[in-house]
């Protein structure tokens, strides 16, 4: 029984290979459901239809008709079924940031973030966990009290509403135009909200799901048109999170890891990163030349050993980088410079430009 299991286990990872996935962004599960017969919960359609076709290369399995019909797979059974998210609903996070965990516990990796108005696929519920798919693709647990599933259309008008941006690292909503007064809720830069003109120096806002409140003008800044990518702009707002201590799997001002600080702050000039480091290192064109001069300011330094990337920084030109380790740090690959790390100098791999 236990080879049939390991047989089957091994013939998802060899679809979810061939379609370019792994655990990060395909979900199953393997359940008992009789003696000898076992039910197979795949979150990606394609991973769905290869199955057959690779059970049947390691556990001489055959489909018997089609659909949800069982496979035989050696000594077992197996059925497999096709996790479909609800056409029109979506979880919609309600609080400022919500994490996304590799299982439904507190205690389980903490895979990514999301933030207040971003939205995820609902896949599945274990009590008072979802199971989802994010909009880059990744598969985690998310505690229902982050979210409130809604329908596309609310989304939507939130979303053609929304005119301003949170600016500030992190930035608060009051009762009342008063610093003193309650808060209503906390917000991270990136978040997008619906603010009134300017008065006193408040801003009445209204955030996804209907709370409402004030927060200080300075820290929202308007919501452009169109973001039209700027080098210069998007190190200004990395140069924003110096300090910002090292959280895996972070992806806010709260707390990044490496990938997270480099999707936020991209993300925020509108230019949309893989998750990861080693996607994030196939996006973009590779940079002309070996040499540190050739390297531009907002250009993407991959580091990483044996040739695998497992680290990325944002380059500020002539040697420099800022990026998250331990705290958003700036480092450099120049030795006689004073903030040169000889360990990222060691195992730098390769530039590339995601803004042309």
């Not at 001489?60 to 998210?85: I, K, Q, S, Y």
């Not at 909503?173 to 603010?195: F, M, Q, R, Y």
């Not at 480091?277 to 907002?298: C, K, T």
């Not at 040169?340 to 530039?351: N, R």
């Amino acid at each position: 029984m236990e080879d049939a299991l390991k047989r089957i286990y091994d013939a998802v990872a060899a679809a979810e290979r061939e379609c370019g996935l792994d655990w990060r962004f395909s979900y199953s599960k393997l359940a008992l459901r009789g003696e000898g017969a076992f039910e197979i919960e795949l979150s990606r359609e394609e991973v769905w239809r290869l199955l057959p076709a690779r059970l049947g290369e390691v556990c001489a399995a055959t489909e018997r008709g089609g659909g949800e019909e069982p496979l035989l797979a050696g000594d077992v059974v197996v059925t497999r079924r096709l996790l479909v998210p609800p056409g029109s609903r979506r979880l919609w996070v309600l609080s400022s940031v919500a994490d996304v965990r590799r299982e439904p516990a507190h205690s389980a990796e903490l895979l990514t973030q999301l933030i207040m108005g971003e939205t995820a696929l609902p896949l599945k519920a274990e009590g008072d966990w979802f199971l989802v798919r994010c909009a880059d693709d990744y598969h985690g647990w998310i505690r229902s009290w982050y979210v409130r599933e809604s329908d596309l259309k609310e989304i939507a008008a939130y979303e053609g509403s929304a005119n301003a941006v949170v600016d500030a690292s992190v930035g608060y909503i009051h009762t009342s135009p008063d610093e003193k007064s309650v808060p209503v809720s906390d917000v991270v830069a990136g978040t997008v909200l619906i603010a009134a003109p300017e008065e006193a120096g408040f801003r009445s806002v209204t955030l996804p799901g209907g709370k409402s409140g004030f927060m200080r003008a300075r820290d929202l800044i308007e919501k452009p048109e169109r973001v039209s990518p700027d080098r210069e702009r998007l190190i200004g707002r990395a140069m924003r999170f110096l300090g910002i201590p090292y959280l895996w799997g972070g992806t806010t001002p709260k707390g990044f890891d490496c990938s997270g600080f480099v999707k936020r702050v991209f993300g925020m000039e509108g230019v949309v990163l893989p998750r990861d480091s080693d996607r994030q290192a196939a996006s973009g064109a590779p940079v002309p030349g070996a040499l540190v001069e050739d390297i531009r300011r907002g250009d993407l330094l991959f580091f990483g050993e044996g040739g695998k990337v497992g680290h990325v920084a944002i380059s500020l030109g002539k040697g420099l980088f800022v990026h998250a380790y331990g705290d958003v740090r700036i480092n450099s690959l120049t030795p006689d410079d004073e903030s040169h790390d000889e360990k990222f100098s060691k195992i730098f791999l390769f530039a590339r430009s995601v803004l042309g």
